[in-house]
């Protein structure tokens, strides 16, 4: 068997498929060093790694296995070039190694660099599905993602995804345009928040000469990913263009995904136009994932962070006591190693409990509540030491208002129900009760820690 970098690269290759040998990105891999555990390719962008971990490490993973053993692992290392030079002689190791392959397995393809995704697209490349861990939370979500991104424009557009903060919907906006840009890297995918698309329209009133630029960049997409849709709300001109221009996209069949922290019925001060549309695809959920995805969560950004031995008690105590977001989770984590590595302590549970004693213990419920209406009402009620009737009842007493108002703000944050139906469930007769009693409730948890505190509490028992 031969034992060189390069040998071992070219007979890899010999074993992918003709399309695979005629793919740019891997015309861009250099070998630069084999063992038994782990054969080192370098590749001159983030971007080119992220196309072959897509597009190939299933296959080279399979043929290192055959080669050399289960064991072998593939490295990919981004190695920018520093000078022509060395640019100049990794295009040479590349071209070495395609003719070595035999005249029908040669590519035709130019050694262009690669193009620079996040210029072109606003795309992430490091969110990728292979990155997204799928629970119960998130099962449907992923599946219509994924569908998305394999056939777009077909039968979930537009796609409408919400949840809350920190969930995982903006990974998944950016895993859909870079999987479809795997496998057709001709389309043309715009990522963007609702802000700048917001920031680019007015930027076009004000200089009369790119308003035709702009229309034409957003409406000729073949998919676009627009984030945090919510806030386009009471923004009037800007909701007038989006209309425009989710009818040009949806009437040529090209991909339209949303993100928002409420479902379409729900954000109140948008045009029923466009709430009309946006519920006319598929309206997917994604919440809080459970305590076992919540463990994988952690133990992929361990890996990230090149801690693969961090004790399961620790990850099991994080887990249990950060039930808020993923990204909360994430940065709690973060957290706790920068204080290890900061005061050269172990990372023990001991070290957990006192670095994350600010958090709190975990609660002892293990087993969550269904969130109803009705079931958020008696919980509230309880804390509050007052009765359930009370609550759907007219009395107006300082006690009883608040926790009514925090009874409806839950009821919006952890159930699908519009406005309407949440004053129906307290006996309103007007939705803007419920949309005042939201907003000082989100104002309350703005400026007081101890009533934030009590209000998570509160929903953690539903998480």
Not at 130 to 139: H, Q
Not at 208 to 231: E, H, N, P, V
Request: aromatic letters at 6%; charged letters at 25%.
């Amino acid at each position: 068997m031969r034992h060189t970098p390069n040998e071992i690269w070219l007979e890899i290759l010999e074993k992918l498929s003709d399309t695979a040998r005629q793919d740019v990105y891997l015309h861009q891999a250099v070998p630069l060093s084999i063992t038994a555990d782990a054969l080192n390719i370098a590749v001159p962008s983030a971007y080119t790694r992220a196309r072959i971990e897509e597009r190939f490490r299933v296959d080279i993973q399979r043929a290192l296995a055959t080669l050399i053993g289960a064991q072998c692992a593939l490295i990919l290392t981004v190695d920018e070039p520093t000078s022509e030079g060395n640019e100049d002689s990794r295009k040479t190791q590349n071209k070495e190694n395609f003719n070595q392959l035999p005249d029908a397995n040669r590519t035709s393809h130019t050694h262009a660099s690669a193009p620079s995704i996040q210029d072109e697209t606003g795309l992430n490349p490091n969110y990728r599905f292979d990155r997204f861990i799928v629970g119960s939370s998130n099962m449907i979500c992923h599946a219509t993602a994924l569908a998305v991104s394999e056939n777009p424009g077909r039968d979930y557009n537009p796609l409408f995804i919400y949840g809350g903060v920190g969930l995982g919907k903006t990974h998944l906006l950016h895993a859909i345009g870079n999987r479809l840009l795997a496998y057709q890297p001709d389309k043309k995918v715009l990522y963007v928040t609702s802000e700048t698309f917001m920031n680019e329209y007015v930027e076009s009133i004000v200089n009369r000469g790119s308003a035709q630029g702009f229309r034409t960049k957003y409406r000729t997409a073949d998919m676009l990913l627009i984030d945090d849709i919510q806030f386009l709300q009471a923004k009037e001109g800007t909701q007038e263009e989006f209309f425009n221009t989710f009818n040009a996209l949806h009437m040529n069949s090209n991909q339209i995904v949303m993100s928002s922290d409420r479902t379409p019925d729900n954000l109140v001060n948008l045009e029923e136009r466009l709430q009309s549309r946006f519920q006319s695809g598929m309206v997917a959920e994604i919440s809080m994932p459970q305590f076992e995805i919540r463990i994988a969560i952690l133990r992929q950004k361990c890996r990230d962070q090149g801690l693969e031995n961090l004790p399961d008690d620790v990850l099991s105590y994080i887990a249990e006591v950060v039930r808020t977001n993923i990204r909360e989770l994430e940065g709690t984590l973060v957290r706790l190693i920068a204080q290890a590595t900061i005061l050269k302590e172990d990372l023990t549970l001991d070290f957990a409990r006192q670095v994350l004693s600010d958090i709190g213990p975990p609660s002892p419920i293990r087993h969550r509540k269904t969130a109803t209406s009705r079931a958020i009402q008696a919980t509230v009620a309880d804390y509050f030491g007052i009765q359930t009737e009370e609550l759907v009842s007219q009395k107006r007493t300082k006690e009883l208002v608040q926790a009514r108002q925090i009874a409806m703000y839950m009821c919006r944050e952890l159930t699908a129900m519009s406005y309407s139906n949440i004053a129906q469930a307290f006996n309103r007769e007007d939705h803007t009760t419920v949309i005042h009693a939201c907003r000082q409730i989100e104002k309350l948890t703005e400026e007081n820690d101890e009533e934030r505190q009590t209000i998570l509490q509160l929903i953690n028992q539903f998480r």
